[in-house]
């Protein structure tokens, strides 16, 4: 049975059904859905790429940015970094690679756990890390794990999948069926989706919808509650309460495949991503009530150059042996770092707990605040 069968049964045996379960169903159905069965949607020949898949400079950066963190927790004799939907490995096996050759104290403390809902994913990584497995630096994950005591937690575009409810002034959205299709019906909207309006966004305006991530939410609370000493690293599209109420940001769900964007969740249930831009101010009022330190909303363009400048880029050009490999290069890393390419489009959210406030000016990714620090 199909996953469009599916979510039509469970229509026609309920009801119409928040459009979060219907957009929960079609991406991580355990059998069927976008993530579960899929393990070809990444990359140029995929349905969408991230930065990892433009060039290993992104995971050597953060390598070096994760050795600095753990200089900066008095280099603990192990140290965890738990990446968050790590899709094909790429990034895993950047930092992986680039610390042994660059950092290589950080390196023999580093255990890397990788969490992976997706069951062909999972296969993957454990089939590309094995070796890394049998010796016990690397770990690959179903769910969030008991973190030991240093921890860096990183999640790259991991929010922006989870499942969203969405409220217009006519109410929340449900999906009903019509003719044998998918079609939109408001009901009122329960009390949950209200409150994260109020604490966190904007009630929507006639002709307008906002979405309210209840998923996102209860998957930030769980990994704060889990770090005892470290650092959070959120990287993703996204706005702030301020920014809605500038009226932008309203409305951002869109889908994706074989790179094109369209805003019809219907069309291809299952066949096709379907994201919605993170709400950074609930991500961050969450990491302050399990008393993390919030430092100030980055873009990636300034997390990267900030790394980058100490060595004129080094980690960039390393391997670059003729001025042809250089410029090729340097256009992937303009297009990680430039707003016309993914530079301003992704912001950087940096959290920590249990560090000395002074230390945290020794980050070279936090450069363009060290005025607030």
């Known amino acids: ?17 928040p459009f979060s379960r219907y957009m929960e169903m079609c991406l991580y159905d ?71 050759k660059k950092f290589p104290e950080f390196s023999e403390c580093l ?15 454990e089939e590309r890390f094995a070796s890394q497995m049998a010796a016990d630096q690397v770990e690959v994950l179903e769910c969030m794990p008991s973190m030991g005591e240093d921890t860096i937690v990183f999640a790259n575009e991991y929010f922006d999948a989870m499942p969203v409810d969405i409220l217009s002034s006519e109410g929340q959205l449900h999906v009903d069926i019509k003719h044998q299709r998918f079609t939109d019906v408001f009901l009122p909207a329960n009390s949950e989706c209200l409150e994260y309006l109020d604490r966190y966004s904007v009630h929507p305006e006639p002709g307008e919808r906002v979405e309210a991530c209840l998923a996102a939410s209860t998957a930030m609370d769980q990994i704060c509650s889990g770090i005892r000493r470290g650092f959070l690293i959120v990287v993703d599209y996204g706005y702030t309460r301020a920014e809605q109420l500038e009226g932008r940001h309203r409305g951002t769900l869109m889908t994706y495949r074989q790179h094109s964007a369209s805003p019809n969740p219907y069309e291809a249930p299952a066949e096709q991503d379907i994201t919605a831009h993170v709400n950074f101010t609930a991500l961050a009022a969450i990491a302050e009530k399990h008393g993390l330190k919030v430092e100030p909303l980055l873009t990636q363009s300034q997390l990267l150059l900030g790394i980058g400048e100490t060595t004129q880029f080094a980690d960039v050009f390393e391997d670059c042996r003729m001025p042809q490999e250089r410029a090729k290069v340097g256009l992937q890393l303009k297009h990680l770092v430039t707003p016309s390419g993914m530079g301003e489009t992704f912001h950087v959210l940096v959290c920590s707990k249990n560090v000395e406030r002074s230390r945290l000016a020794d980050l070279a990714g936090l450069g363009f605040i060290k005025s607030r620090i």
């Open 111 to 125: 255990r890397y756990v990788m969490v992976e809902s997706s069951p062909a994913l999972r296969r993957r990584l």
């Open 1 to 17: 049975m199909s996953v469009s069968d599916k979510i039509k049964m469970e229509i026609s045996e309920r009801g119409p059904i």
């Open 30 to 100: 355990p059998e069927d859905g976008y993530y579960s069965r899929n393990a070809e949607q990444f990359g140029k020949a995929g349905d969408f790429y991230t930065s990892s898949d433009v060039h290993a400079v992104y995971g050597r950066l953060l390598a070096r940015q994760f050795d600095e963190m753990w200089r900066t927790l008095d280099r603990p004799a192990e140290i965890e970094v738990v990446e968050l939907g790590p899709g094909r490995g790429l990034f895993a096996q950047d930092v992986l690679d680039w610390s042994a």
